[in-house]
């Protein structure tokens, strides 16, 4: 369930959501249709349905807050490592030369990898590969400002490198917690299915009253797949239609790319 709702193809959930709903009604509005039941029960399903519709609001409320709360540190997380990137760049000036250069092409290929993290957290090989190469490149890039700062522990411009270049290593943290992490699924869960027993009340009201007006219907259906889906979309690393925006980290590549 936690792959088809986060990983899979957004359309696959849309399609299946809009299947379900369109089932559930027209399945409950045939049965109640059918069957014999007196006027009574227009009452009571009234009550029930206007209880899960407010129940139901009130759960995808929290859920699209959780979703949007994580989308918003998404997208701090790119802002956030590519000032740490930019600041670490910066202080590789203060390596004697040779060390500054290769400081700084590990620094570039690290850069690139980060983006690709960012771009491919629904394809487990690639971005294993990514940040295999993430890591690797971390502890190049510790191995050379370590060892300048061993050479002149008194050195205070190491040691501020050394600070900038920790910063970097543990936003990458942050964002592996971010891009692998998710609103729980058992959450996700129960919000689909207080979606899905509304749509089962609405037809059951709709089999009592003999009556199923096909554009409500429709505008019911619709609403509550592209609120759900926007809600789940929030929380779909850099796989849904909302994503979130790399060009922070994308200029400060550019910004570190030989000039000709």
């Given at each position: 369930?936690?792959?088809?709702?986060?990983?899979?193809n957004?359309?696959?959930?849309?399609i299946?959501?809009?299947?379900?709903?369109?089932?559930?009604?027209?399945t409950?509005?045939?049965?109640?249709?059918?069957?014999?039941?007196?006027?009574?029960?227009?009452?009571?399903?009234g009550?029930?349905?206007?209880?899960?519709?407010?129940?139901t609001?009130?759960?995808?409320?929290?859920?699209?807050?959780?979703?949007?709360?994580?989308?918003?540190?998404?997208?701090?997380?790119?802002?956030?490592?590519?000032?740490?990137?930019?600041?670490?760049?910066?202080?590789?000036?203060?390596?004697?030369?040779?060390?500054?250069?290769?400081?700084?092409?590990?620094?570039?290929?690290?850069?690139?990898a980060?983006?690709?993290?960012?771009?491919?957290p629904?394809?487990?090989?690639?971005?294993?590969?990514?940040?295999?190469?993430?890591?690797?490149d971390?502890?190049?890039?510790?191995?050379?400002?370590?060892?300048?700062?061993?050479?002149?522990?008194?050195?205070?411009?190491?040691?501020?490198?050394?600070?900038?270049?920790?910063?970097?290593?543990?936003?990458?943290?942050?964002?592996?917690?971010?891009?692998?992490?998710?609103?729980?699924?058992?959450?996700?869960?129960?919000t689909?299915?207080?979606?899905?027993?509304?749509?089962?009340?609405?037809?059951?009201?709709?089999?009592?009253?003999?009556?199923?007006?096909?554009?409500?219907?429709?505008?019911?259906?619709?609403?509550?797949?592209?609120?759900?889906?926007?809600?789940?979309?929030?929380?779909?690393?850099?796989?849904?239609?909302v994503?979130?925006?790399?060009?922070?980290?994308?200029?400060?590549?550019?910004?570190?790319?030989?000039?000709?």
């Open positions: 369930m936690s792959y088809l709702i986060f990983h899979a957004p359309w696959i959930f849309v299946l959501l809009l299947v379900v709903l369109i089932a559930v009604i027209e409950a509005y045939r049965f109640m249709k059918a069957g014999n039941f007196e006027g009574r029960h227009v009452e009571a399903v009550t029930i349905q206007t209880g899960l519709f407010t129940l609001s009130f759960v995808i409320g929290l859920s699209f807050a959780q979703a949007s709360a994580r989308f918003d540190v998404r997208r701090d997380l790119v802002v956030k490592e590519a000032n740490a990137i930019g600041t670490t760049w910066l202080r590789a000036d203060l390596l004697p030369p040779a060390d500054a250069s290769e400081f700084r092409r590990v620094l570039t290929s690290y850069t690139q980060r983006l690709d993290a960012y771009q491919t629904n394809d487990p090989q690639l971005y294993e590969r990514t940040t295999k190469v993430s890591d690797d971390q502890r190049e890039l510790w191995r050379l400002a370590a060892g300048a700062l061993r050479n002149a522990p008194t050195n205070l411009n190491y040691s501020l490198l050394m600070q900038s270049l920790n910063d970097t290593i543990d936003v990458s943290a942050e964002q592996l917690q971010a891009l692998t992490t998710h609103v729980p699924t058992a959450a996700m869960v129960l689909l299915l207080l979606v899905v027993l509304s749509a089962l009340s609405l037809g059951l009201r709709f089999g009592l009253n003999r009556s199923r007006p096909p554009t409500l219907t429709i505008i019911f259906i619709v609403a509550y797949v592209l609120v759900i889906n926007m809600m789940i979309d929030y929380d779909r690393p850099q796989s849904g239609f994503r979130v925006n790399l060009d922070p980290l994308r200029l400060q590549l550019q910004s570190m790319q030989p000039r000709a």
